[in-house]
């Protein structure tokens, strides 16, 4: 799809690699994210899919991401992505969520840090959104899938409270 122009700055192409919409933005003179991992900012994006060969093949290829399998590959398929090179300098996984035996369609889910999962979980209900799955503790977080009012679904995580351990690892 050729890239579209947004403002004076930047362009977004559009694909959809595995079945899951994405665009890359160029930076041209746009600071990006300012403030990540802290509560009310960015935390960190996976996308779920369905075909995770052809997903890791194109982002891999596309951008030059190492990756690196997380659980046994078959009761917990992910995979963690990083700039090349540069293991510590994590930016996105994938989920095979075919190795759950779900049936969500494929997608990016985006996280956001919150200072407590269960409140902001609340929170989202008072205002209208529902709470998809969770809140749940997890190795990486107390966390949650919710959709606001107009359905669009995002994770909040609380990355203070971690238990368990990476399930297959």
């Known amino acids: 799809m050729k890239a579209l122009p947004v403002g004076p700055t930047s362009r977004f192409p559009t694909s959809?690699?595995?079945g899951s919409f994405?665009?890359?933005f160029q930076l041209r003179g746009?600071?990006?994210f300012d403030v990540v991992n802290v509560?009310?900012?960015?935390?960190w994006t996976e996308n779920h899919t369905r075909d995770a060969a052809a997903v890791d093949a194109f982002y891999e290829t596309v951008f030059g991401y190492d990756g690196v399998q997380v659980g046994d590959g078959v009761h917990f398929d992910y995979k963690v992505w990083s700039r090349p090179g540069d293991p510590e300098g994590q930016l996105a996984?994938?989920?095979n969520s075919a190795s759950g035996g779900g049936d969500e369609p494929p997608a990016f889910?985006?996280?956001f840090v919150v200072a407590d999962c269960d409140a902001a979980a609340d929170t989202v209900g008072r205002l209208g959104g529902r709470v998809v799955m969770g809140p749940e503790d997890s190795p990486?977080?107390?966390?949650a899938v919710v959709a606001d009012d107009q359905g669009a679904r995002f994770a909040i995580i609380d990355v203070t409270?971690?238990?368990g351990s990476i399930p297959g690892a």
């Open 93 to 95: 996984g994938r989920m």
């Open 39 to 43: 509560p009310g900012a960015y935390c």
């Open 22 to 24: 994405f665009g890359a």
């Open 16 to 18: 959809r690699p595995g």
């Open 161 to 163: 409270r971690r238990s």
């Open 109 to 111: 889910q985006v996280y």
């Open 140 to 143: 990486f977080g107390r966390m």
């Open 30 to 32: 746009h600071p990006g």
